[in-house]
């Protein structure tokens, strides 16, 4: 009986013996030091290059598309085992997936950039360059997995998932190039005027330019009748807001090529002037001026009791053909219906129909016939992220000095050009033969006599104070400007004084800007002594001392400085 188990467990020994013989030979056979020593290193970045070359791809960073991983069939002829590597793009998607670094960029990813548009420093962090290589991990060799044949890129069924250790154990990143990179700016620095003042401006909402029709009081407003080509985001660019009625429309031509961004224009149009309004409006589109198209959107408006007979839809109008080689409408020296009708002309409802439908961030509330010097946009959000003049965090506007030129030459586009023609006489500070004082821009002289500088700049921080209380500058602001009071018509002048008494009672800072002004349509004004019109003024200046003035010091508040 004894002999009998020692038996049994000798031969047990010698099963487990056995057994581990078998387990040693097995795991020597399937070891990875059977690759062959000798064989020469190939890095990631040479089996991706030697597998592009093999279809014909060119090399580079230009792959756009996320794709699946590497497998067997792309490594060497002695690799027995899957090695986790970099992307590459299914062959049968190559030619659609290859951008050249010097492509324009998709409009299609709203601003933002294809690979071929990652600075450089970007990608050299990911893909490092054949001379400046960053130091790579071996690539984890692993053995095959038990499952399906995994076939190369060239055709076959998908290779497997690896697990996610796996993945981030030899730095496989899902989609590393299939998201666009956003083409955000960097934010300004915290001293600049834009996050100082503007802190909200990179989370505007941009207004989408759809046509509305509204009743603004007694007047109905057509907004964004005839829109414009180009649509903005609102801080991309700045709006001019202006308005007129449709024989003032040409001068549309000079101001648009001057500005080169959009325009909020509202026009007045009573009764028949409405349809002379709408020919002339697509003459001037279609015929006249490239840039009215782009840039110009028109908001039609009249009186309840002087509503024409006809009003075409939006999308009629821009179906219309306009023959160029006919004869244009008639806009220069017509009588129109308003004068016919003796009706005032309602200023304030059209300023505050062009600011208020204006897409943009920034306004500026300016006149059909001034002209501005040119490259003002860009200059002028190149200045906002630049350190801040003022100290104070008062709200402020940008003030634009104006001037006047004789008929029989071309407004000048740069300060430059207005120096030389100040020295000759043939440009004068605007409306010195009129209403001097209000038009009269602290260091005007200074201004003036200052060297040339290259950008845009604020030459000085002025108040509307004495002696310059009676000042009405025209300025760059925002929708948060009060608004204008729309009692009040050009004929009955003073029109603008109701506004720049709110901002002087608030506080308001005018920045004046260097480099920067406002040319009026060549012809100096000179004073006209109308009857009729002085009576309407009489009127208005009363309406202004005995009800509006008060409610002003109501409802905003007084300072003794602070006049109409």
């Given at each position: 009986m004894a002999s009998a188990r020692i038996l049994v467990v000798r031969g047990s020994l010698l099963l487990n013996a056995l057994l581990v013989l078998y387990l040693c030979l097995t795991w020597l056979t399937l070891s990875p030091t059977n690759i062959n020593p000798t064989a020469s290193p190939t890095s990631l970045f040479e089996r991706v290059s030697e597998s592009y070359k093999s279809v014909g791809v060119k090399e580079g960073l230009d792959v756009v598309e996320a794709a699946p991983l590497v497998s067997s069939g792309a490594l060497g002829p002695n690799d027995e085992s899957l090695v986790m590597e970099i992307p590459l793009p299914p062959l049968?998607?190559?030619?659609?997936?290859?951008?050249?670094?010097?492509e324009v960029k998709d409009i299609s990813l709203g601003g933002r950039r294809t690979l071929g548009q990652i600075p450089d420093d970007m990608v050299n962090h990911y893909y490092p360059q054949e001379d400046a290589r960053l130091p790579l991990r071996p690539a984890q060799v692993l053995p095959m997995p038990v499952g399906p044949e995994i076939v190369g890129v060239g055709g076959g069924p998908e290779p497997e998932e690896p697990p996610r250790e796996v993945q981030e154990s030899v730095g496989v990143t899902e989609h590393l190039v299939a998201e666009p990179i956003a083409t955000d700016p960097?934010?300004?620095?915290?001293?600049?005027?834009?996050?100082?003042?503007?802190?909200?401006?990179?989370?505007?909402?941009?207004?989408?330019?759809r046509t509305f029709y509204q009743q603004r009081g007694d007047f109905w407003v057509l907004e964004n009748y005839i829109p414009a080509a180009l649509s903005f985001r609102c801080d991309e660019s700045i709006t001019y807001t202006t308005h007129a009625d449709y024989t003032f429309l040409d001068n549309l031509e000079p101001l648009t090529s001057r500005w080169q961004g959009p325009v909020s224009v509202a026009v007045y149009a009573p009764g028949?002037?409405?349809?002379?309004?709408?020919?002339?409006?697509?003459?001037?589109?279609?015929?006249?001026?490239?840039?009215?198209?782009?840039?110009?959107?028109?908001?039609?408006?009249?009186?309840?009791?002087?509503?024409?007979?006809?009003?075409?839809?939006?999308?009629?109008?821009?179906?219309?053909?306009?023959?160029?080689?006919?004869?244009?409408?008639?806009?220069?020296?017509?009588?129109?219906?308003?004068?016919?009708?003796?009706?005032?002309?309602?200023?304030?409802?059209?300023?505050?129909?062009?600011?208020?439908?204006?897409?943009?961030?920034?306004?500026?509330?300016?006149?059909?016939e001034l002209y501005p010097s040119v490259?003002?946009?860009?200059?002028?959000?190149?200045?906002?992220?630049?350190?801040?003049?003022?100290?104070?965090t008062h709200p402020r506007v940008y003030v634009f000095s104006i001037f006047e030129v004789r008929d029989n030459v071309t407004a000048p586009e740069t300060k430059g050009e207005l120096q030389k023609m100040l020295q000759k006489g043939d440009a004068i500070p605007f409306h010195k033969n009129v209403c001097a004082k209000c038009h009269n821009v602290p260091m005007s002289k200074e201004w003036i006599a200052a060297p040339l500088k290259p950008g845009?700049?604020?030459?000085?921080?002025?108040?509307?104070?004495p002696p310059y209380q009676k000042w009405e500058p025209i300025y760059i602001g925002t929708n948060r400007e009060p608004l204008y009071d729309e009692r009040l018509s050009w004929e009955g002048k003073s029109d603008?004084?109701?506004?720049?008494?709110?901002l002087c009672v608030r506080d308001y800072e005018f920045h004046i800007l260097d480099n920067a002004f406002l040319v009026h349509r060549p012809?100096?004004?000179?004073?006209?002594?109308?009857?009729?019109?002085?009576?309407?003024?009489?009127?208005?200046?009363?309406?202004?001392?005995?009800?509006?003035?008060?409610?002003?010091?109501?409802?905003?508040?007084?300072?003794?400085?602070?006049?109409i």
């Open positions: 049968s998607n190559v030619q659609g997936a290859i951008l050249g670094a010097e960097p934010d300004p620095p915290l001293d600049s005027q834009e996050r100082k003042i503007y802190p909200d401006l990179r989370d505007c909402s941009t207004r989408p330019i028949t002037d409405f349809n002379a309004t709408v020919h002339t409006i697509l003459y001037l589109r279609d015929c006249w001026a490239e840039g009215i198209k782009k840039y110009v959107t028109f908001h039609l408006f009249f009186h309840v009791s002087h509503t024409p007979k006809q009003v075409p839809s939006t999308e009629e109008l821009l179906r219309r053909k306009t023959d160029c080689g006919l004869e244009p409408p008639k806009w220069a020296n017509v009588t129109t219906y308003r004068q016919q009708k003796k009706l005032l002309y309602p200023v304030n409802v059209a300023r505050n129909t062009a600011r208020l439908a204006a897409q943009t961030y920034f306004v500026f509330p300016s006149d059909v490259n003002f946009i860009p200059e002028f959000f190149k200045m906002l992220k630049r350190p801040d003049v003022s100290n104070t845009m700049s604020v030459f000085h921080v002025g108040k509307r104070k603008k004084m109701t506004q720049m008494y709110i012809g100096i004004k000179k004073i006209h002594k109308d009857k009729k019109r002085d009576q309407i003024v009489s009127k208005q200046n009363t309406a202004i001392r005995t009800k509006i003035l008060p409610e002003y010091k109501t409802i905003f508040g007084y300072r003794k400085t602070c006049v």
